[in-house]
């Protein structure tokens, strides 16, 4: 397999090494609602993000037709960065994570270092769901049963 030329320049800015900022920026970005972060980091993360997602799409353009996945960021991040973000309260973090989902996808695709999102970042509201029996307890024999709680149950 013959090496793309573009690929071998990212190299040179940081890309795919042990400090790679373009993986702390993602990280930093796909995070839970109650993670946001303040405007000021805001600007910065999609900042960066930006500077990093330019620099991969000279190497992106020469595999659009191979992955599909690339073609798509392609057009998310043709799309993102000429609308820019939306005139809501959330517009600008949704504009970053939306960057920072292009910008992975890209490197994905590169074959470039994509950092995991741990399961703990992805936010889920544990206390709106009813407690469960344990498993192998006779059915209705949970904390909740009787007690009309539950899925489906009508309140």
Same mark, same amino acid.
């Given at each position: ?19 790679? /900022? ?16 303040? !405007? ?13 997602? %330019? $620099? ?45 989902? !292009? ?7 590169? *074959? ?19 407690? %469960? ?9 949970? /904390? ?5 709680? $539950?899925? *489906?149950?009508?309140?």
């Amino acid at each position: 397999m013959e090496t793309n030329p573009a690929l071998t320049d990212l190299g040179s800015t940081g890309f795919g090494t042990a400090a790679d /900022p373009a993986a702390e920026l993602i990280s930093r970005t796909l995070v839970a609602y109650a993670n946001v972060p303040g !405007a000021v980091e805001l600007a910065r993360l999609t900042d960066g993000l930006l500077t990093h997602g %330019q $620099g991969l799409l000279a190497a992106a353009e020469g595999v659009r037709g191979v992955d599909g996945r690339v073609a798509g960021a392609l057009r998310d991040w043709a799309r993102l960065t000429a609308d820019g973000p939306e005139d809501t309260s959330l517009g600008n973090w949704n504009h970053a994570r939306a960057l920072a989902r !292009a910008v992975r996808t890209l490197r994905r695709g590169l *074959g470039l270092a994509v950092p995991e999102t741990p399961k703990e970042r992805i936010w889920v509201d544990w206390d709106c769901l009813p407690e %469960q029996p344990e498993p192998g307890a006779a059915p209705g024999s949970g /904390p909740d049963a009787g007690s009309g709680a $539950g899925f *489906g149950a009508s309140r």
